[in-house]
């Protein structure tokens, strides 16, 4: 009898499976931990240096712990692992969006009235009688877009169709849900927990209202394609061996790609990505069908990045840092640790660092899970400015492996709201709270580098 591969991943399913005492109690108490420690959280409001930003922080950490345990969880009960999750979230949603949100929605209002937000800063004069609330919250007034094409047309529709702060998030909150019924299906409700019972997950999207659910489903969904289609049977070679693009392998790869595209049009991260694929399918199956899966998976980056530079005058790269006032909340790893140091090195430095270093993963690593987890880390470690919601950007590839380093930094994240504490109206780390932001997620990358370096999980087995 024919199974699905999420039957074969969790056996415990079985008809025959009875879950014992201890482990309800384990469940249910994970769960209400979480959903108390969310409820705190959502209580005690966004964190700012007005806000009550302890008890935030002591709901965190309640939740945190709800989440810890959700590890030991066994394998049942996968929707009410989803329903702890759908009631999490809710919680959440009452909270007012992030200044982020705020200023993409004020974006998006700008472009319907014929303004171009990548040549005019939200203090020109001309958006004079736009100044209202929203334009009250954005920060950095003096700089101007940093939306990629596609996300600023996202935000231009969303004000057309009237759609207002709660609206937004709760899209992205339906999106976020069909991300974990997606993992929960395909890993399992005990690794899929990773994700649905994650604080930083449930807060960022439906807290804050950032738009990683509507990013991350396409780049999911390309990733579990080509790991089913793909790795699983063996690597790229099964395209060329299959009837190339017009067999099932080479069509799967095909739409892969084309997510994966949608993914890199919305945010440049996921573009290596789309470029590994491309290198895999070329030394593999040949250069005519290599250059064919890169040709589709570029479709959205040059329709909508074409938009822009024809309309817009930008060009592929104004979404990165270097053309920005840099927020002095960011956080850095190297470029912090370098600057704390008194070593001062551009943007363009740590730029081409990432791109060696994701250049020597490519063609050292054949599967997308591995090169996935290892370019994520890297460019976490090596960016010159990361916020806590961006540590989202390495759940596609992380949940199914288990990633401890995506388990620790979704709880030392957190760290980042201590700044909230400090005197004064500058966020800003101490060395020591940076130590415990960082050093969490180093220690997850390594394990995951030096531990994880075969996959075997009764359909295959590769070394790299």
Known sequence: ???????????????????????????????????????????????????????????????????????????????????????????????????????????????????????????????????????????????TSSQTPLSLAIFRLFYAMNFNVWTIKFLFVVLDILICVILAMRFGPRRAALYCWNPLVAYSVAGEGHMESLLLLPALGGFL????????????????????????????VSFAALLMGLAAAMNLVFL????????????????????????????????????????????????????????????SLV???????????????????????????????????????LYMGTLLVLSVAVFPWQFLWMAPFAVGVGHLGFRLISIAGFVYYFSFLSPGEVVALSAWQSAGLWIPLLIGLIWYAVVCRSKSDGFYVRSY
């Open 335 to 373: 470029p912090g640790t370098l600057g704390r140091i008194g070593i001062e090195l551009g943007p363009d430095v740590f730029y081409w660092a990432i791109a060696i270093v994701s250049l020597a993963f490519m063609f050292r690593n054949e599967t997308m899970e591995r090169f996935g987890n």
């Open 272 to 331: 290596p990505i789309l470029i590994w694929m491309f290198w895999q399918v070329l030394s593999k199956s040949g250069i005519k069908t290599g250059v064919a899966i890169l040709f589709v998976g570029l479709i959205p980056l040059a329709v909508f990045n074409g938009w822009g530079a024809y309309a817009l005058g930008t060009d592929l790269w104004s979404g990165l840092p270097r053309y920005l006032n840099l927020p002095v909340d960011a956080l």
């Open 225 to 252: 394609i080509w790991d089913a289609w793909v790795d699983r049977k063996g690597g790229a070679v099964v395209i060329s061996t299959n009837g190339g693009l017009s067999g099932g392998p080479g069509q799967m």
């Open 1 to 143: 009898m024919r199974r699905s591969l999420a039957y074969y991943e969790n056996s415990s399913s079985s008809v025959f499976y009875r879950p014992s005492k201890r482990a309800i109690l384990l469940f249910g108490f994970s769960a209400f931990l979480f959903l108390l420690g969310c409820y705190q959280m959502a209580t005690a409001g966004v964190p700012s240096f007005e806000g009550d930003t302890p008890a935030f922080l002591i709901g965190a950490l309640i939740a945190s712990c709800g989440f810890f345990l959700s590890g030991f969880n066994g394998r049942r009960w996968m929707w009410v692992m989803i329903a702890v999750a759908v009631v999490a979230r809710l919680l959440f949603l009452p909270l007012p969006g992030s200044e982020d949100l705020t200023r993409k929605m004020w974006e998006g209002e700008i472009l319907d009235a014929n303004f171009n937000p990548y040549e005019k800063a939200p203090d020109a004069e001309e958006f004079a009688v736009l100044r209202n609330g929203s334009w009250e919250r954005i920060r950095e007034k003096s700089a």
